[in-house]
């Protein structure tokens, strides 16, 4: 599976362009089953030869972050499972994200 299809690159916002928004959208989720660690992307773009993300990182260490799609093509789990995409991910506001993975961590 293609981590960033073309047409994913198309919909992000440029970095820097959802900055003091209080609740940015969330446009991509990646994720390791893995691990307990999940990629909330709000905005993306070129850098030299990659392509930097910039979001929210659930999971150690947690909080808002840059990465680089090269980073993510190149992470591990345990099992050597790679970062998948979450296809039935829809773009939705920040707190939403989170309200979810809120909710299903307390179900466990």
Not at 3 to 31: E, K, T, Y
Not at 34 to 57: A, C, H, M, N, P
Not at 75 to 83: A, F, K, N, S
Request: aromatic residues 12%; charged residues 25%; contains cysteine.
């Amino acid at each position: 599976m293609q981590l960033l299809p073309r047409r994913l690159r198309a919909l992000l916002p440029p970095l820097g362009s959802q900055q003091g928004h209080p609740n940015p959208m969330v446009h991509i989720r990646f994720f390791v089953p893995s691990l307990k660690q999940t990629w909330l992307v709000i905005e993306g773009g070129s850098s030299r030869d990659d392509f930097v993300f910039f979001g929210y990182i659930i999971g150690s260490p947690g909080g808002w972050r840059y990465v680089a799609l090269s980073e993510l093509e190149s992470e591990c789990g345990l099992l050597r499972q790679r970062v998948r995409r979450d296809l039935r991910f829809k773009s939705q506001p920040f707190r939403e994200v989170m309200r979810y993975h809120k909710t299903k961590k307390e179900q466990k």
